[in-house]
DNA sequence: TCTGGGGTCCTAGGACCC
DNA sequence: TCTGGGGTCCTAGGACCC
């Protein structure tokens, strides 16, 4: 038996365990920039408000509808994931974290009455952590993701739901909109209408080799999957990536090369940084620059660039080298640049590294450098060391105007509570804390 | 003024090899 | 009427997920 563990409108969930005021009442969350909604709270949810919205577009609906608007605060929501997952893994020898908010527990062999254990598992990540959690139990993961689904949608199931029984399933599927299937996006589920199949029921009586023909081997593991056939294995450890980007928009629309240099340098900092936490070297770079291409009447420009690494590197210095070349290269002046990225491919164990006859650079010299300014940036936070090429802050950087404080991640930002003596003032609590 | 960011897997077709 | 058989590697495009 699986269970799927989903947290509850995850990163609004998150901005509430520190704001209790807020339950009850409509909240978002803001992508990147505070450019669209990404996260609605049940209350923000009735009011219509849709997933993916650009919040400029509602901005004095929301403001009329007193919505509380968050811009997004990963540092917290990330520390608040480990959290949740942290005491999700008490519950299981075999844990698969699938997401920031999702994860798979292996429940084979535990001898209880599941629905008791994910009630327990459920109370216990609200004390722990503070993130209310649904939890879906089945037979395969694919069902797994079914019965989170019920778990979620039903009152009464109040956010658990066990589907073990072969009529129980049955009746779940003939509830459940093709659509809603895990691996079933928006080209299938056409694909599926245009053939009356609607529920996930009527796909589970199409013929295996009509399935394999127009949704791959894919496809036929998800039928197999909802007929109670385990396909999808638990994934303990996750898998080093195979291609690692770094993108943003940037906080204003950029026209000079110097700013968005610092840009680039540091999205390329970032992927050595990702490189070297999963103890990857890449062997190519690609860069990328494109102006918005929202803004039709504006003339438009869009290239990247990928250069070959002689010797596959995970070293800051280097990859930052090779992307600022690389964007001077593409860059061309009379266009407002909206967002550039940079992507790293060809990725592979920093230990087994194929050298060069010509190569010039002191590698073991790089990577202790690079140990060093790890360790300082991972005690003191990111960027206390950087390369100058990164800037000190542009007008690059995000667009975050309405950021929560790091509660759990910041020494400067962590919640402050009045002695009982009676209510001190912000500045007597700082007399405190200063004694 | 304002529209996110980061991934995986599969298939078809072409180039090439013996 | 008819044109061998068996492979690999690479790329582009399309699907999906959070």
Redesign the pocket.
């Known amino acids: 038996m699986f269970a799927l563990v989903?947290c509850n409108n995850f990163y609004v969930s998150c901005e509430r365990v520190f704001r209790p005021d807020l339950n009850d009442r409509p909240v978002v969350v803001l992508?990147?920039?505070?450019?669209?909604i990404?996260s609605r709270s049940e209350e923000a949810k009735q009011l219509g408000i849709k997933m993916?919205e650009?919040?400029?577009?509602i901005?004095a609906f929301l403001e009329r509808n007193q919505v509380t608007v968050f811009s997004s605060n990963y540092a917290l929501y990330g520390d608040l994931s480990h959290r949740v997952m942290q005491t999700l893994g008490q519950f299981t020898p075999e844990l698969e974290v699938?997401?920031?908010?999702?994860a798979f527990l292996n429940l084979t062999g535990l001898p209880v009455d599941w629905t008791a254990y994910a009630r327990t598992i459920r109370e216990t990540v609200g004390r722990h952590v503070g993130i209310p959690v649904s939890i879906g139990v089945a037979p395969t993961k694919v069902l797994a993701?079914v019965a989170n689904h019920r778990a979620k949608k039903i009152p009464e199931q109040k956010g658990v739901c066990v589907l073990e029984d072969p009529e129980e399933i049955a009746e779940a599927l003939k509830n459940l909109a093709v659509g809603e299937?895990?691996?079933?996006?928006?080209?299938?589920?056409?694909?599926l209408h245009s053939i009356q199949v609607h529920t996930a029921w009527d796909f589970l009586q199409l013929d295996d080799d009509w399935v394999?023909r127009r949704m791959?081997?894919?496809g036929l593991r998800i039928k197999k999957e909802l007929a109670g056939i385990a396909c999808l294995e638990m994934e303990l450890i996750p898998?080093?990536?195979?291609?690692?980007?770094?993108?943003?928009?940037f906080g204003?629309?950029q026209t000079a090369l110097a700013p968005i240099k610092e840009a680039v340098a540091t999205?390329a900092a970032?992927c050595a940084e990702?490189l070297r936490r999963q103890h990857s070297s890449a062997g190519m770079l690609m860069v990328f620059l494109h102006t918005?291409s929202?803004?039709e009447d504006e003339p438009q420009y869009a290239r990247n660039l990928v250069c070959k690494l002689p010797v596959p590197t995970n070293s800051t210095i280097e990859l930052i080298r090779y992307a600022t070349a690389a964007l001077r290269a593409i860059y061309r002046e009379g266009y407002r640049y909206?967002?550039a990225?940079v992507?790293v491919m060809e990725i592979g164990p920093e230990d087994r590294i194929q050298g060069s006859l010509f190569d010039r650079v002191d590698r073991e010299k790089h990577a202790a450098v690079m140990r060093k300014i790890d360790a300082l940036n991972a005690k003191y936070g990111r960027d206390t060391i950087k390369v100058a090429a990164q800037g000190v802050g542009g007008k690059w950087k995000?667009r975050q105007e309405r950021l929560s404080p790091c509660y759990t991640t910041r020494w400067s930002d962590i919640i402050k509570v009045a002695a009982h003596t009676g209510c001190r003032s912000h500045n007597e609590v700082l007399k405190i804390k200063a004694r």
Request: proline fraction near 3%.
């Open positions: 989903d992508s990147n920039n505070d450019g669209c990404i993916g650009p919040a400029f577009k901005a699938y997401s920031i908010d999702e993701k299937v895990w691996g079933i996006g928006r080209q299938y589920k056409k694909l394999r791959t081997v894919v898998p080093a990536k195979k291609v690692i980007c770094t993108s943003r928009s204003e629309d999205y970032r990702k918005n929202f803004k909206k967002k990225g992507i995000l």
